[in-house]
């Protein structure tokens, strides 16, 4: 059974360049969320996504990033143009209901460098 | 803000003995209370969830205690293996959707 597929692994691009990050969430689960790590400020909510439908984006730090679920099984995170400090990894997460004690369920994260 | 707090980075303990996470809140609207795993390269992984309603819960070696009055939960993992060296994160949510994360235990196991 696949978990919550993420793509590239790594990616290291040059400020000022467009990065697009990819998320397969796991069938049948309606809610997606992407989360940033940071040393400083930790596991940080970005959007949430309900049924497709962004629920919540309060957590996308300024313009330059942005957030489509165009279809149940997949969604992109975008960052353009990007920063030396959005250098992060990047987490998306499902889950089934995405309230009480439905757990998350994450991938395995996009380590952002941005020179 | 930082709602949710692990105040101690580290915790070493010895193959067989137990390990004792701690964890404390400030938002007394959470209702949940999950723990995650964490290994290096991979994504937090699921393992122990508590509800409000109740103070303590179980699942094998691991077990969930919630103290609602000091905000304060704990994860106790006996005995600790090797495999059980990881990063800890506790994480607490409303009725809602929005899932806090504290900043993590890194828990070393010696042999």
């Known amino acids: 059974d696949a978990g919550v597929i993420q793509s590239p692994r790594h990616e290291v691009t040059e400020m000022g360049q467009e990065v697009t990050l990819r998320c397969k969430p796991i069938?049948?689960?309606?809610?997606l969320f992407w989360y940033r790590q940071t040393m400083m400020r930790g596991l940080e909510l970005l959007i949430y996504?309900?049924?497709?439908?962004?629920?919540?984006d309060s957590g996308m730090p300024e313009d330059r990033f942005s957030a489509k679920m165009p279809n149940a099984s997949f969604s992109t995170l975008k960052i353009q143009p990007s920063e030396p400090r959005d250098s992060a990894v990047y987490f998306c997460?499902?889950?089934?209901?995405?309230?009480?004690?439905?757990?998350?369920?994450f991938g395995n994260g996009t380590r952002l460098t941005v020179t | 803000d930082q709602q949710v707090k692990q105040n101690s980075p580290s915790l070493s303990v010895q193959e067989g003995r137990i390990s004792i996470l701690n964890c404390d809140y400030t938002?007394?609207?959470?209702?949940?209370f999950l723990w995650y795993k964490k290994y290096p390269a991979e994504g937090p992984t699921f393992l122990i969830s508590?509800?409000?309603?109740?103070d303590k819960n179980e699942d094998g070696r691991f077990t969930v205690f919630l103290n609602k009055s000091a905000k304060h939960l704990s994860l106790h993992i006996v005995p600790s293996q090797p495999g059980d060296s990881a990063v800890y994160f506790c994480?607490?949510?409303?009725?809602?959707?929005?899932?806090?994360f504290g900043a993590g235990t890194t828990v070393t196991v010696r042999a």
């Open positions: 997460a499902s889950s089934p209901g995405g309230q009480g004690n439905s757990p998350l369920h």
């Open positions: 069938s049948g689960h309606n809610s």
């Open positions: 996504f309900n049924n497709n439908v962004p629920i919540d």
């Open positions: 938002n007394s609207m959470f209702d949940y």
């Open positions: 508590i509800s409000s309603i109740k």
């Open positions: 994480a607490a949510r409303s009725n809602d959707y929005k899932l806090s």
